[in-house]
């Protein structure tokens, strides 16, 4: 188990869906930025269930308590403990989902590598473990504001199932994206997509799709070649989202359909600004940031869990029918936008850091 | 700079195109592998320069020399030091590539975060840092072969511009791969394929492409969740491959067109074996590997050195026309194939020995 | 800040003294390990201020609450969060140690490094930080004995200001060492050191000694040389403890007053098993355990906190008196034992999942 | 096996005594450093055998070669990877070592531990692996040097068996340690610590003694509690030195015969610079560097190999008698000093770089 990410702004999750909590430690968060509850609590909001009608209608709390590491307002330098309980403890009611694997769910690998396995609610593979990411991700968010108060982080639903948001990245607006509840970047998308995962939900179904990404205004340099170059951490971080199924940066998958000579960035100066004319590197250049703007793209597969029976087997190995039981996002994406920034800050907030020590 | 990579087979690769060499080391090898120069060096002549029509013409020896950390052909627990020394050393003669940045290389962002560059032959930043990679790889897959010895981990270019590889993963065989020079898996797709990257480079011009990667027969449980899910340290590994723009794994970005009961792997108990009966998922569930095939495709720009005159500035920041010098490959795929096997040999080999602790 | 530790049974340990709480993350725990809060609540009881009356009366519980990776007593797998919550969170009225730097404290440090400081009661520089220490040992002492259980680690006081304690380590018994309040190994010794403290306490001063401990029965083989031998990950974790400032293995400093010919331990055969007929080794030989009882001392300094009036400057560099106030430990030699037993069973808990990977 | 060390100013050394050579890599190293081959091979003449009469008389070259990260006399900010050849190389003739373990050398828990040896010579455990340490170091004092250009790093021989040398830490000059052959600080030591080191070896033995390491003019603030505390990492790095039994700061083991009272450092003002009156703290509180000397000491066991019969056994659990062969050190310590202040020098070239991050 890993649940440790980071290099310097290192960053531990833990918790259970149904155990006492979930949270996060941050060690390496410098001393002097601004934190209080209701920042991060902002960010949670965000992600938690129950915020429309086409996300999962529970209504959790996620209440986050600050244990450590900050002082009238103030973080000290020292680890950061940030913490959520949980409302729905485990249920000593009898459970099918103790003994059946769900398909395309954690379920059988858990039990395959650690022979024992939080069954209730999904345990560690429940998407409430992303709480701790986007907690930390808030602390990161400052630290960055502090530094670069430029620099912009912004996600949304690019598309879902065949509903495709024609929006180019340079033109997402923050604002607009919050304003629809399934956070993608213009209205008339956002009816449609809502459609989609409405149509989806009634049959018992599911749909996935796209989340791009965009940091505006990051300085020139950060990532750390060779290994952790930027585009290598920022895929790392987003691949370990759960139903992340791909990760593009700049041209991504599609620099198959160029030619060099279409592909590649000139070069200009922009009064003493280096710039390019194109941008098909997505802002990162050698594994550093070139100035321009990031641009990735992240895909979620459909929800796993579906009202639907499917066939399975359960854990003494027998072959069954399962039907999920419930409320579950018929579509996790709107949700995903806000767990996305958050990784995507952490790594950008390490980077920062890193980038201290690349010259004497 | 970080040129350290994973969590108990550490590798350090170092070195620079024109400096005296470049080489890895390995800490954190189990004792008693049988390793050799040979089996080593089998590895690296598919990597190197010259094998084909379609690969760079350079004549790079690549010897690897095993410096320390094995003793008569076994592992000795202790740090895997190897070496090859380069032949084209740094020339004295004045270089335009000194002073101008090459579009969508890395030239500018080494200026910008480290303040100096080795601008002979792009330093750190060219091709020739793979080498550390592969000669790891080489080390990774004995390792495996020693434990299990049927897992295979099969790449291939399987698209080269507009020219893809209709094979299905589970049907690609490596002697057919090894076989043709574009290192794809059938003749057809192999002829045309040359004759893209042939057009591309009597232009003066470059193809880009996609790589596929399979390993088959893994054991069930390798990845280590949250942060560390298989699929997370597989795409961390491959972006860092230089030219890498994507990452996607099983259903990838395609995922985004299914329902989720069309995308769902349905369990079926085989004999005593826990399968799949579709494979959507790629062989990983919550991060960790079902006993599937793992399938994983990687995207590669075209190469950005062209002989074709583009725009760009120098390191006085004044606007110019640069046109590239040399020999080098219009299509990297062919050599990317046994870069991204020995990242996928590395990343599997880590796991396995973490998988050691996940039990009591 | 690095408030973590260990490789891969990684501790993040957090919380200052009059914060919300203090606890721990252990990421990398195996599945399978029993756990209950008893057991973990007891080694935190031996910790605890107001056992006896030579150690400071303040009453804290210090309940632990296991907030995630353990279901029905068993270890997941998945990281564990264990917290204390503070009964003594920071009070509102004016202190004078918000502004005064108290000699031989952190204060002046912290403030130096980090521009700001959790100034009540010490905060991150509190004894009470040694609780994540405490129940993060509780763990890796259930891992331990799950796989071992004939490990015995044991600590004892050998020494309080000049009362020595002539017990030679491998004769020390647990039960003895707990059957009196200063925690050494006889009753004359417990007595003589007893008065010792008293008569500093008398006199609102403090003393220090010297702690020692011994790990008995771990198996041969446990150290990564050439940085992370035993002895030196077990000196990083043992001068990482408040007032911690010396470290010895087997003959230590007395090693200077030998002759090779005497120093060295002459192996013999004892059945099948390979003995040492001395053991001034300390049961470590190239950084590696060989089965002879592991002996390590420890030194630590008088309390700094005392009741007389002493000299210092404040953090506006101001020169003046201070006179400590509340209850302090006149000597921590007695709870200092449980967070030496914690600290080298997470150490050798993490080698043994490290030996793990050792061979083939 | 661990030879990686440290955060950010990463090392990883290799090398075995009768393989191709030794040498290490660093990650980490800020761009801009001046840096060249005759500044690494001066600190690592100093470690070479064969400098006087007292040290073994070898003639080993130990010529070091610079493969990668340094470009016109700078550092680049990429991996320095630093390269010396073994002159030695394994002998094919028979060697009784083969399967012979010396008492209280390494040999048999690297067999217990891996499962074979690099037995010529002692393989990873001998002394020739300090060269990369002090290769490594010779960098670190670079960088340091560059930064804090009043920093002073230095080490002596404190005590060879009973002559101890009375200088005061403060007092010690470098000139007159590196002016006699046994490296103290003082000439009628020096006289004395020769005497004894020759009556040891003319009969066949040896003896150990004291090296002392003062840091002068460090910047406030170095360290990072809670476990990587400054002492704690110097701990780490010099307890990992070949046959080091013990490290202690400031008061250290004395710490014991002292009241509080007497023991803590009072603050006073020397115009705007705080400063203690006494420095029984080692320059370090609460982990962190307090801007006074830095002070500690490791004691060294006589060396293990001698000419003198001993009784072992070997891989066969046969027992028997050895005596040494060749030509070995009667005394570590002139030798041991350099590799002492090159663990120093690596400890707070990282702490200061880690320093970046402390502040927002």
Redesign the interface.
């Known amino acids: 188990?890993?649940?440790?990410?980071a290099?310097?702004f290192?960053i531990?999750?833990?918790?259970?869906s149904h155990?006492?909590?979930?949270?996060v430690?941050i060690?390496?968060?410098?001393?002097?930025?601004s934190i209080s509850p209701e920042l991060i609590q902002t960010e949670l909001d965000r992600r938690r269930p129950g915020q429309s009608s086409i996300v999962t209608p529970r209504d959790e709390a996620d209440r986050v308590?600050?244990?450590?590491?900050v002082?009238d307002g103030?973080?000290?330098?020292?680890?950061?403990?940030l913490?959520v309980r949980n409302k729905d403890q485990r249920s000593t009611a009898y459970n099918e989902m103790q003994h059946c694997?769900r398909?395309?769910?954690?379920?059988?690998?858990?039990d395959?590598?650690?022979?024992?396995?939080?069954w209730a609610g999904g345990?560690?593979?429940s998407a409430r473990?992303t709480i701790g990411r986007v907690a930390a991700g808030a602390v990161a968010k400052a630290?960055i504001k502090?530094?670069y108060p430029d620099l912009e982080i912004i996600a949304w639903v690019a598309?879902?199932?065949?509903v495709i948001c024609p929006m180019s990245p340079a033109d997402v607006c923050a604002a607009t994206v919050e304003s629809n509840m399934v956070r993608t970047a213009d209205e008339a998308s956002a009816k449609a997509m809502i459609a989609a995962i409405e149509s989806?939900r009634s049959a018992g179904?599911?749909?996935?799709?796209?989340v791009a990404c965009s940091i505006r205004n990051a300085p020139?340099?950060l990532?750390?070649?060779?290994?952790?170059?930027l585009?290598?951490?920022?895929?790392?971080?987003?691949?370990?989202i759960p139903a992340?199924?791909?990760?593009?940066?700049?041209?991504?998958?599609?620099?198959?359909?160029?030619?060099?000579?279409e592909?590649?960035?000139?070069?200009?100066?922009e009064g003493?600004r280096?710039r390019?004319?194109s941008n098909?590197?997505?802002g990162i250049?050698?594994?550093?940031?070139?100035g321009e703007n990031i641009n990735m793209?992240m895909?979620?597969?459909?929800?796993?869990?579906?009202m639907?029976e499917?066939?399975?087997?359960n854990d003494e190995?027998?072959?069954l029918k399962l039907r999920g039981k419930g409320r579950h996002d018929a579509c996790v994406l709107p949700r995903a936008v806000p767990v996305v920034e958050s990784m995507a800050a952490i790594v950008i907030c390490d980077h920062v850091?890193?980038?201290?020590?690349?010259?004497?």
Not at 74 to 81: E, N, Q, R
Not at 103 to 110: G, L
Not at 112 to 118: D, E, Q
């Open positions: 188990m890993s649940s440790s990410f290099s310097i290192k531990s999750t833990w918790g259970e155990g006492v909590g979930v949270g430690v060690d390496g968060c410098p001393a002097g930025v308590e600050i244990l450590s590491g002082l103030k973080t000290l330098g020292t680890p950061i403990a913490s694997y398909p395309s769910h954690a379920d059988y690998c858990y395959a590598k650690y022979g024992i396995r939080a345990g560690r593979a473990e630290v502090t530094l598309q879902v199932h065949q989806a179904d599911s749909v996935g799709g796209i020139v340099g990532g750390d070649p060779v290994f952790d170059k585009e290598a951490t920022l895929a790392h971080a987003m691949m370990s992340c199924k791909g990760f593009e940066v700049g041209s991504g998958f599609a620099a198959a359909n160029y030619r060099g000579s592909h590649n960035d000139p070069y200009y100066m003493d280096v390019t004319r098909l590197s997505g250049q050698g594994g550093m940031s070139n793209r895909a979620f597969k459909p929800t796993a869990t579906l639907i499917q066939d399975t087997v190995h027998i072959e850091l890193r980038q201290r020590s690349a010259q004497i």
